[in-house]
């Protein structure tokens, strides 16, 4: 019988199609979706991957089998969907497998008002329910209960949502940008032409068709080998900026004029000063920006320059969501190019993101690489990932390193934090992988340098 712990992982459902898991499961999981989190009404999404229609639509069919009317509102971004739930107050279910291969899909859930549904907010009860209508010989049967079909209607939310984007972030009077937009064949090439079309923008298009099994790069723009085509676009068109946007367009990486990628730390620092001062301008004292863990030093520095406080977190975007919703945090990033905004109903968007980055650029004369350098104070390793049997002995091995060195501190807020006068690292184990994931800030590139390759010796050892 087939483990559904394999596929539902800390924060949404993931798997190989269909091996794993396919459209009969999927309306299982529908189903117990709406009985779990007792909904009347849902709204559902998907991303352009072969496989998203049929589930989507199977999950649409199992919720209404409990009585629960589905809003369809297709083909979307991620982080359109998190709008869709928002605006009619909704839970809602997003279809995608975000960069991950065309084999892949999986299922973001979000309560109403897109609060995320994650491993302690309602994701085991979905799971070890489905688990429960799973036979011994991998067959699907949904207990029927006694109530009337919910109705699924179809519903364009495309317009509203680039709407309430643009009313977020006022481009209309910036000076004229050239921007190279890789879309990664994902949903990016759904959203941007109408959130940035009619803007004083000339889009230079890159992979804009809708095509899930990604004909050109992976859908990652985390790895800088699917950077590599946007930044030879930049420099060969002469556009200001690129923007490249991960399969299911929740994600947005920025970079420069000179085709240079910008420190998603920088980024996080920029839009958090504008965000600051917009709070500030209405009235707000000492509003608050969340961070995590592994973002860079500059970010709190530049928050508390700027009148702002800020909240350190674990990585990951429920703990992101939990603690904005518990401090009332204007803005949140991630290093992964996560960005969170009260005004988004505290979920992620790149897209809104980008038109922060576009907005800064535009109103004022200088290139984007100027622009950022005075977000950039530190070098950072990049996470660099080590695939390792015993973790934690490997982690008490570093830690033993670092015991006696002076004026160090240990923290263990989400794995290791090591931290001396002007450099850190944090050690980290992925929660699915034998493996530990490091990071390294110091202020110049031979400390930090240095320390990659001390830790990286232990780690490996």
């Known amino acids: ?8 992982k800390a924060y949404d459902v993931r798997g190989v199609v269909p091996d794993q898991w396919d459209a009969e499961l999927a309306r299982a999981f529908g189903a117990a979706f709406v009985q779990v989190i007792g909904a009347d009404a849902i709204v559902v999404g998907h991303d352009m991957r072969p496989s998203s229609p049929e589930m989507a639509r199977a999950f649409a069919e199992g919720a209404a089998s409990r009585g629960a009317d589905v809003v369809e509102i297709g083909l979307c971004s991620t982080d359109q969907l998190y709008f869709a739930s928002g605006k009619l107050d909704l839970p809602g279910a997003m279809f995608t497998a ?8 999986g299922i973001k859930l979000c309560r109403k008002g897109a609060a995320p549904v994650g491993e302690s907010t309602g994701l085991v009860e979905i799971r070890e329910l489905t688990q429960s209508w799973i036979g011994a010989d991998d067959s699907v049967t949904i207990p029927s209960v006694e109530v009337t079909p919910g109705k699924i209607t179809q519903q364009d939310e495309l317009q509203a949502y680039a709407d309430h984007l643009r009313g977020l972030v006022d481009l209309t009077s910036i000076r004229p940008l050239k921007v190279a937009v890789d879309a990664g064949n994902g949903m990016g090439g759904h959203t941007v032409p109408t959130v940035l079309g009619g803007l004083p923008l000339e889009i230079v298009p890159m992979y804009f068709e809708l095509d899930g099994t990604f004909p050109n790069h992976e859908a990652n723009p985390l790895d800088p080998k699917n950077l590599v085509d946007l930044q030879a676009k930049v420099r060969e068109v002469g556009a200001d900026l690129g923007l490249a946007f991960d399969g299911d ?5 920025v970079v420069d004029e000179n085709g240079e990628p910008v420190n998603p730390s920088a980024i996080t620092a920029l839009v958090a000063v504008r965000e600051l001062a917009k709070a500030q301008a209405a009235g707000e004292t000492e509003p608050v920006i969340i961070h995590n863990l592994i973002t860079s030093w500059a970010v709190p520095e530049i928050v508390a320059e700027n009148g702002g406080r800020v909240v350190r977190t674990r990585v ?3 703990f992101i969501k939990e603690e904005m919703a518990k401090s009332g945090a204007i803005f949140g990033g991630e290093h992964s190019a996560h960005y969170y905004f009260r005004d988004f109903w505290r979920a992620d968007t790149g897209m809104l993101a980008a038109l922060h980055v576009l907005a800064a650029l535009g109103e004022q004369p200088k290139p984007l690489s100027e622009l950022v350098s005075a977000f950039n104070r530190y070098v950072q390793s990049g996470e660099i990932n080590s695939t390792v049997a015993d973790q934690a002995e490997r ?19 989400d794995g290791l934090t090591v931290a001396g006068a002007d450099w850190w690292f944090n050690l980290r184990a992925s929660n699915t992988e034998p ?5 390294v800030e110091a202020r110049d590139e031979a400390r930090m340098a240095a320390l990659r390759d001390q830790v990286l010796a232990i780690v490996r050892a």
Do not use: W
Request: aromatic letters at 8%; proline letters at 4%; charged letters at 25%.
């Open 249 to 253: 367009a929740d994600r947005c990486f």
């Open 98 to 105: 975000s960069h991950n291969p065309a084999e892949y899909n």
């Open 435 to 439: 493996l530990l994931r490091l990071n």
């Open 1 to 8: 019988m087939r483990d559904l712990k394999q596929i539902v």
């Open 316 to 318: 990951g975007h429920s």
């Open 395 to 413: 982690v008490a091995a570093v830690r033993a390193t670092f015991a006696d060195e002076p004026g160090v501190s240990f923290d263990e807020l």
